[in-house]
Nanobody, 125 residues
Framework: VQLQASGGGLVQAGSFLRLSCTSS????????SGWFRQAPGKEREYVAA????????YYADSAKGRFTISRDSAEKTVFLQMNNLRPEDTAVHYC???????????????????WGQGTLVTVSS
């Protein structure tokens, strides 16, 4: 499975972006897809995740109420709608996926086997 992330850019605080992550292979029904981000000098941080089967979604506290993760099974694509962006959201955003990730590890980046190349989100104040 290869993942291709896109949709990053330079926006002003309060604006929005929609990130996309398209899979070259067909995601297994047991797959979990997630978004992580990494700012310069900081550790990789969990943002949100979604189960392909059932569509259950999970969010980091920093994303709740502002970000929405969704998937389009036919297009093999996962989206991250980011609203009300803040300067602290500035980071390279990565999509990731793997099979059968449990709830206890869904926010841990080492639980994900497949990674996209990252897309840069820059939010100016």
């Amino acid at each position: 499975v290869q993942l291709q992330a896109s949709g990053g850019g330079l926006v002003q605080a309060g604006s929005f972006l929609r990130l996309s992550c398209t899979s070259s292979g067909r995601p297994y029904s047991s797959f979990v897809s997630g978004w992580f981000r990494q700012a310069p000098g900081k550790e990789r941080e969990y943002v949100a995740a979604i189960r392909w089967s059932g569509g259950n979604t999970y969010y980091a506290d920093s994303a709740k109420g502002r970000f929405t993760i969704s998937r389009d099974s036919a297009e093999k694509t996962v989206f991250l709608q980011m609203n009300n962006l803040r300067p602290e959201d500035t980071a390279v955003h990565y999509c990731a996926a793997n099979k059968a990730i449990g709830l206890a590890t869904i926010g841990i980046w080492t639980a994900y086997k497949f990674w996209g190349q990252g897309t840069l989100v820059t939010v100016s104040s």
